[in-house]
Structures are given as structure tokens and as C-alpha cells.
């Protein structure tokens, strides 16, 4: 019988991973963006599937969205900015309508 193991215990894309069985070892690979994940299958032998990584593939894993920040970093700054501006606009929206309320009910009571 094939015995096969899994240092980082299937498949694992945030880690990376080498499958061994019997005497060959498989190491986790990037492909480009996505990542080759190889795992024990059901019959106990190797094998391996591609999975796709959202922030990138960096030293045989799928990178986490608060790793290594890649070359759209200045999308996310203008996010944060569009973020702010938005909350901000926001407030100054509530503040403005508690002022004409306030003034309103205020000329409300002079009548």
C-alpha cells in the first residue's frame, strides 16, 4: 500500500506544503498568480490541483491581503481615500441637517 503525507495537511493554499510518498516528495508551487497544491488523494498517492491566489503567490503559498503588498498598493490608498472623503461628506450632510432643523424649529417657535 502507497503511503502518502501532507506536511501542511491537505490542501492547505496559505501554507506551503510537501506531499511524500513512498520515496519521491512534492513540493507546493507558484504558478504565476496561482499556486499547484499537491495532496494525498483518496488511493493514497500524490497528486495535485491548481488553486487560484486572490493577492498573489509568494514562496510556494498563496499570499494573505495583508502580506507583502503588491503593485496596486496605490489603488488601496485611493479606497481609503474615497473612504474617508465618503464618511466625510456623510457628516457634514447630518451636521447640515441638524442645523436646519434645529434653525427651523427655532423660527417655527418665533411665529
Same mark, same amino acid.
Given at each position: 500500500?502507497?503511503?502518502?503525507?501532507d506536511s501542511?495537511?491537505?490542501k &492547505?493554499k496559505?501554507e506551503?506544503g510537501?506531499?511524500?510518498?513512498? *520515496? @519521491?516528495?512534492?513540493?507546493?508551487t507558484?504558478?504565476?498568480?496561482n499556486?499547484?497544491?499537491?495532496?494525498?488523494?483518496?488511493?493514497?498517492t500524490?497528486?495535485?490541483?491548481t488553486l487560484p491566489?486572490?493577492n498573489g503567490?509568494?514562496?510556494a503559498?498563496?499570499?494573505?491581503? &495583508?502580506?507583502?503588498?503588491?503593485?496596486?498598493?496605490p489603488e488601496? *490608498? @485611493?479606497d481609503?481615500t474615497?473612504?474617508?472623503?465618503f464618511y466625510g461628506v456623510?457628516?457634514?450632510i447630518?451636521?447640515?441637517?441638524y442645523i436646519y432643523?434645529f434653525?427651523?424649529?427655532k423660527?417655527?417657535r418665533?411665529y
Amino acid at each position: 500500500s502507497a503511503q502518502c503525507t501532507d506536511s501542511d495537511g491537505g490542501k &492547505n493554499k496559505y501554507e506551503s506544503g510537501i506531499v511524500t510518498e513512498q *520515496e @519521491e516528495s512534492f513540493q507546493d508551487t507558484c504558478d504565476g498568480e496561482n499556486m499547484k497544491e499537491y495532496f494525498c488523494n483518496v488511493e493514497g498517492t500524490a497528486s495535485y490541483t491548481t488553486l487560484p491566489c486572490v493577492n498573489g503567490c509568494l514562496d510556494a503559498a498563496c499570499q494573505l491581503a &495583508n502580506e507583502q503588498p503588491k503593485a496596486s498598493a496605490p489603488e488601496e *490608498e @485611493e479606497d481609503n481615500t474615497f473612504k474617508y472623503y465618503f464618511y466625510g461628506v456623510i457628516i457634514l450632510i447630518i451636521i447640515a441637517l441638524y442645523i436646519y432643523v434645529f434653525k427651523w424649529k427655532k423660527k417655527k417657535r418665533r411665529y
